[in-house]
């Protein structure tokens, strides 16, 4: 079965800095997709950024970026340039691409709280 | 305005009195999906649905019911509540599984059972 780990129950930066998230997950499987979601204190979830298995080049979206190693099995989030409103519950998720057992996996949250 | 539309966003009740939540999307999503989350385990996925009559279980189903008869609508069912599904539930849906997998998420149902 996948699993998704989040190591980092919390994290803290100061504004303007960078921090990196960290997730790992464990699959058998060949194609797939990675996603980092977010979810402010209105609890929304909103999706910061995808990652396709097959492809290797790491997605990046504006402040937000991936370092995505396939054989380590590693998915780690890194902001750059914190703002205050980054501060945000941050779940790493995993879903098969493939046909089979359509679900998707979540970690269990890292908060981060980015400092003025 | 694309939505999914959750409903409704507070519920309190009482152990055993039959509650639906409801799920709405204005998309046109072949896939959707129902979670909970609470403190320290994240979102678990409670059910599934490819499509119209078609539905599947996630890792935690046990106490709950969904149905799709129409392509917008998937609710959420529980029969018979106890104090452990005391949680916040989301609804998600998305265009076309394996297209591109985004999940659009509805605004949450915080639930209590008493």
């Known amino acids: 079965a996948q699993t998704v780990t989040q190591s980092q129950p919390e994290m803290s930066v100061q504004e303007a800095e960078t921090v990196t998230l960290s997730c790992t997950y464990d699959?058998?499987?060949?194609?797939?997709?990675l996603f980092w979601y977010k979810q402010p204190p209105s609890r929304q979830m909103i999706l910061v950024i995808r990652?396709?298995?097959?492809?290797?080049q790491n997605a990046t979206e504006n402040r937000f970026s991936v370092n995505f190693q396939k054989a380590a099995k590693s998915f780690s989030l890194k902001i750059s340039d914190s703002q205050l409103g980054d501060t945000a519950m941050y779940f790493c998720?995993?879903?098969?691409?493939?046909?089979?057992?359509?679900?998707?996996?979540f970690g269990t949250g890292t908060r981060l709280k980015v400092l003025a | 305005e694309a939505q999914v539309t959750q409903n409704p966003r507070y519920l309190i009740t009482v152990t055993g009195k039959k509650l639906t939540v409801t799920c709405s999307q204005n998309?046109?999503?072949?896939?959707m999906s129902w979670y909970r989350q609470d403190p320290g385990l994240g979102l678990r996925q409670i059910y599934y649905?490819?499509?119209?009559?078609?539905?599947d279980k996630g890792d935690v189903p046990e106490g709950y019911k969904v149905s799709r008869k129409e392509k917008r609508n998937f609710p959420l069912i529980l029969e018979s509540p106890s104090p452990n599904q005391t949680s916040l539930y989301f609804c998600?849906?998305?265009?076309?599984?394996?297209?591109?997998?985004?999940?659009?998420f509805g605004s949450g149902t915080q639930l209590s059972v008493l």
């Open positions: 998600a849906s998305s265009l076309r599984f394996g297209d591109s997998g985004k999940l659009f």
């Open positions: 699959t058998s499987e060949n194609n797939y997709y």
């Open positions: 990652q396709e298995a097959y492809k290797q």
């Open positions: 998720a995993f879903m098969k691409g493939a046909s089979g057992t359509y679900k998707y996996i």
């Open positions: 998309m046109n999503h072949e896939y």
């Open positions: 649905s490819m499509n119209v009559e078609v539905t």
